[in-house]
């Protein structure tokens, strides 16, 4: 009898446990620091800039301006937002895109270091989180009745004062993963726009904390790519 309610302890403190940390495992979600955890802690002021280093003007069109925008509010919903105090960093100072977009079109898109653009006066930035698109592309390149999101993109921090490289990532970001999807003329423009969030979201995760299942997920969950008949 005494060996009975011994085995019944063990197996109910067994219990006890699993569950406990079932329940931690529940409470801490799949949350997942950033790569560069420490970059943008404290007080800063960061510039989000990005620019294609190839043409092609038919697929990449406004991909580069498109892609600084939601890094920008990412970046600001994710970190000075973010609802977590433990990740919340309300002194970080995202400098808004209308004043990063006025000053290259002021110079044609002409510059030679993203250092450059976060010393102008009217920028005064710590940091720029500089993006350059070496790939862009949506249709297949060997058959233009499919379409399968690649973007190559080299994301480089770099501090302003000295134009030195703080952090630095090279991505390639293909999407639907799997396997390309048939395409038609009404379907393109969303799903361009949605890979563009893809890419975005892919970026500004180097920097915050993020959902790794809702990040890769992304495009099933709001495009059902991977459904697409």
């Given at each position: 009898?005494?060996?009975?309610?011994?085995?019944?302890?063990?197996?109910?403190?067994?219990?006890?446990?699993?569950?406990?940390?079932?329940?931690?495992?529940?409470?801490?979600?799949?949350?997942?620091?950033?790569?560069?955890?420490?970059?943008?802690?404290?007080?800063?002021?960061?510039?989000?800039?990005?620019?294609?280093?190839?043409?092609?003007?038919?697929?990449?069109?406004?991909?580069?301006?498109?892609?600084?925008?939601?890094?920008?509010?990412?970046?600001?919903?994710?970190?000075?937002?973010?609802?977590?105090?433990?990740?919340?960093?309300?002194?970080?100072?995202?400098?808004?895109?209308?004043?990063?977009?006025?000053?290259?079109?002021?110079?044609?898109?002409?510059?030679?270091?993203?250092?450059?653009?976060?010393?102008?006066?009217?920028?005064?930035?710590?940091?720029?989180?500089?993006?350059?698109?070496?790939?862009?592309?949506?249709?297949?390149?060997?058959?233009?009745?499919?379409?399968?999101?690649?973007?190559?993109?080299?994301?480089?921090?770099?501090?302003?004062?000295?134009?030195?490289?703080?952090?630095?990532?090279?991505?390639?970001?293909?999407?639907?993963?799997?396997?390309?999807?048939?395409n038609n003329p009404e379907l393109e423009p969303q799903f361009r726009a949605q890979f563009i969030r893809v890419v975005s979201t892919r970026i500004a995760t180097l920097f915050h904390y993020y959902d790794k299942n809702k990040r890769d997920r992304i495009d099933a969950d709001n495009l059902e790519m991977h459904r697409i008949n």
């Amino acid at each position: 009898m005494k060996k009975i309610h011994l085995l019944l302890l063990v197996l109910a403190m067994v219990g006890c446990q699993g569950a406990a940390l079932t329940g931690l495992v529940l409470f801490k979600g799949t949350e997942v620091p950033p790569k560069f955890d420490d970059l943008l802690k404290g007080e800063k002021r960061v510039a989000v800039v990005s620019r294609a280093v190839y043409s092609n003007a038919y697929e990449l069109q406004n991909a580069p301006r498109e892609i600084a925008r939601q890094v920008s509010v990412l970046l600001n919903d994710n970190i000075r937002h973010a609802t977590r105090l433990n990740h919340r960093n309300n002194k970080l100072h995202v400098v808004e895109q209308s004043k990063v977009e006025a000053w290259l079109d002021d110079r044609n898109n002409d510059f030679e270091s993203f250092s450059e653009v976060g010393r102008d006066k009217s920028i005064g930035a710590d940091i720029v989180i500089g993006i350059d698109i070496v790939g862009f592309q949506i249709r297949h390149p060997q058959n233009a009745s499919l379409i399968q999101g690649r973007c190559h993109v080299q994301v480089q921090a770099v501090e302003c004062a000295t134009g030195k490289i703080l952090a630095s990532d090279k991505l390639m970001i293909v999407d639907p993963p799997s396997m390309p999807i048939p395409n038609n003329p009404e379907l393109e423009p969303q799903f361009r726009a949605q890979f563009i969030r893809v890419v975005s979201t892919r970026i500004a995760t180097l920097f915050h904390y993020y959902d790794k299942n809702k990040r890769d997920r992304i495009d099933a969950d709001n495009l059902e790519m991977h459904r697409i008949n």
